[in-house]
């Protein structure tokens, strides 16, 4: 019997090959967009897209997954592993660690002290770096209360970073009022680009670049600006990154990173995931790093 599964939800993007290195289960999540299926893409982003060109208002909608697929989810993991690490999107912005944190107390009590769920205050490639973490432990054959113990203790130091291609669609998603989203359109097209960032479990502003060539080189700067220290000390950081249909701009983030930092892993590049895709819409560069000791 596998001594830990990790469970890991649709919002945390992550490769196909990772998936299945570390036997990842993830937890779908409901997507809402009745003209999804009439647009063109492969992907959400690409299809928002095809809808802003056709002039199609909607836009998609997500909702966490219901505790009973969250329950039935624990329920297989725990006939084929001895303890169950969920790694669950910040509370502040979805449901989801809610669901799983119910669906745990309607199993036994015996299954309940195997089941850990971490709300890791975060999104997107932060889930995902550490998930990876996690993954990693546990092929190592660490309980699933060691390696919810050691994630728990990561977690504040797993930083994320991103900037949208347009603020239309945190507007139009209702995240944004029309006022703030007039004026950061009016701020990138002067050159100065505002990066968001994940603080206490909530989206904010963190930083302004000014005069950044592109996406790519404003995110490199201010991640820069994070790790540079920590890095001088010692210590090892690891960064993913993710991309709402903006590949280019991605690959140019990794290769600056493995110019100027090669002692820095970039551990993937994925496409953003689809719960903070569909709010941020299509062009939006997200990166993570992670800093341990």
């Keep these: 019997m596998k001594k830990t599964t990790i469970v890991i ?7 196909e090959e990772l998936v299945k290195k570390y036997g990842f289960i993830i937890t779908p999540f409901v997507i809402d967009w009745p003209e999804m299926d009439s647009l063109e893409g492969n992907n959400i982003f690409e299809k928002m897209r095809d809808a ?9 909608k997500t909702s966490q997954p ?14 084929e592993s001895e303890s169950v690490v969920c790694i669950a999107i910040s509370s502040q912005l979805s449901g989801a660690y809610n669901s799983a944190v119910q669906a745990k107390k309607m199993l036994n009590e015996s299954d309940q002290s195997k089941v850990f769920v971490l709300d890791t205050f975060s ?6 770096l550490i998930a990876l973490k996690a ?8 309980s699933g209360e060691e390696i919810f113990k050691e994630i728990t203790e990561m977690s504040p130091n797993v930083h994320l970073f ?16 029309h006022t ?16 968001l960032s994940v603080k206490d479990g909530l989206v904010k502003a963190a930083n302004l670049k000014m005069q950044a060539k592109n996406t790519a080189q404003a995110l490199f700067k201010h991640t820069e600006e994070v790790i540079k220290k920590p890095l001088e000390e010692g210590k090892i950081c690891r960064v993913a990154i993710s991309h709402a249909d903006a590949l280019e701009e991605a690959e140019k983030l990794k290769k600056m990173f493995e110019e100027k930092y090669p002692q820095v892993e970039v ?16 062009g939006t560069l997200l990166i993570s790093c992670s800093i341990e000791k």
């Design 9 to 15: 939800g649709q919002t945390a993007p992550i490769t």
């Design 52 to 60: 802003e060109k056709k002039g199609i208002k909607t836009v998609p």
């Design 66 to 79: 219901s505790i009973g697929i969250c329950k039935k989810i624990f329920d297989d993991a725990l006939k």
């Design 123 to 128: 999104t997107d490639v932060s889930e995902s």
């Design 135 to 142: 993954g990693e432990l546990a092929e190592e054959g660490v």
């Design 162 to 177: 991103g900037i949208l291609e347009s603020p239309k669609w945190l507007e139009a998603n209702g995240r944004l009022n």
């Design 180 to 195: 703030l989203s007039v004026i950061l359109s009016q701020m990138q097209k002067i050159g100065m680009r505002p990066i």
């Design 267 to 282: 551990s993937f590049i994925a496409l953003t995931g689809i719960v903070v895709g569909c709010h941020v819409g299509p």
